[in-house]
């Protein structure tokens, strides 16, 4: 047999290792952080802290009580706190969305615009170097009843999945007030969803049961408006499966809404003009087929002012 005879076969190359994978999607992640962080440091170091000091001055000395102040790009938001944080408050920085406010203060870099101003057209603008203070003017809606800031006074139950033998929970007093339930504790906090303050209700789903947060003696206006999600990074990244709440007014359902894992804060509107009976009863239901990390938190309001169409149902 000749030499030309004998090949030498080569083994394909083997497939990538899972834990290359694993590490080079760490380090994308590290990168895109350096990357985000960068762009911070840069803007401070591109914008002139005498640029800040100035157009905080300017909001500071025309702020009134119930103003919104936003900053744009979003990643200066960390920057602009740094001269303006005694302005924003924990519930205007975990509002649920900028429909209560009437005025809103911009402040903005390099040209960027904050999502609660898009449409509007600013009533005056102002440059301090680098960085630009506008004023808007829009139509606010008024409150007629917040849901999470009255959580103390609501009755929280427990149930089977059927509905079947409910039973109040525990309500702690002190300086962490809530309601303990068997696998779970609802309460009013900050959440955490899509990386952002947000103000609500945290209800973790609870194994095998249904937990019901009710109202009594409710104001209602045109519509009733909630936002709901996920809260915390972990429960997010290491839990799967939907959860369900229902929203249900003087004992009859009006609206079934599902969050998913991968949803961000999602609004969900219910017509409530025809309610004309002068109070009621308001009932969240909360449940999931599987619990394990589901750490569900939603926020509510009864509103008046414009309609917008419903939103949300099961998906």
């Not at 103003?67 to 302005?87: M, S, T």
């Not at 103390?152 to 409910?166: F, I, K, L, Y």
């Not at 009733?224 to 249900?248: C, E, H, M, Q, W």
């Not at 109070?279 to 917008?308: C, D, M, N, Q, Y």
Request: with cysteine; glycine share 8%; net charge positive.
């Amino acid at each position: 047999m000749s030499g030309e005879d004998l090949k030498v076969v080569k083994d394909p190359p083997a497939p990538p290792r899972p834990r290359r994978l694993i590490y080079g999607l760490a380090a994308a992640l590290a990168l895109l952080a350096a990357v985000e962080s960068a762009q911070a440091m840069l803007g401070a170091r591109a914008t002139p802290a005498a640029d800040w000091d100035a157009a905080a001055a300017e909001v500071r000395a025309e702020f009134h009580d119930g103003d919104l102040i936003v900053f744009a790009p979003a990643w200066a938001d960390p920057i602009g706190r740094a001269h303006l944080g005694d302005k924003v408050s924990v519930e205007m920085a975990g509002r649920a969305d900028a429909d209560r406010y009437a005025r809103v203060w911009e402040v903005s870099i390099r040209g960027a615009r904050a999502p609660e101003t898009r449409g509007l057209t600013a009533e005056r603008t102002t440059r301090h170097g680098r960085v630009t203070v506008a004023l808007y003017r829009k139509p606010a809606v008024e409150v007629a009843y917040d849901f999470t800031s009255h959580i103390d006074e609501a009755r929280v139950t427990h149930s089977a999945m059927n509905g079947a033998n409910e039973s109040p929970c525990y309500k702690d007093v002190g300086a962490r007030a809530g309601f303990r339930c068997p696998g779970t504790r609802v309460e009013g906090r900050t959440l955490e969803v899509d990386y952002q303050p947000r103000r609500g209700i945290l209800a973790p789903a609870a194994a095998g049961r249904i937990t019901a947060i009710e109202f009594s003696d409710v104001t209602l206006g045109r519509e009733l408006i909630g936002y709901t999600g996920l809260s915390d990074f972990n429960s997010r990244k290491n839990g799967a499966g939907p959860v369900d709440l229902r929203v249900i007014v003087d004992g009859r359902e009006r609206l079934r809404v599902r969050q998913l894992n991968d949803e961000p804060w999602k609004r969900f509107t219910v017509d409530t003009g025809t309610d004309i009976a002068p109070k009621h009863v308001v009932r969240f239901e909360i449940s999931a087929p599987v619990s394990t990390w589901r750490t569900f938190g939603f926020h509510a309001e009864a509103r008046t002012g414009p309609l917008r169409a419903a939103q949300g149902g099961l998906q």
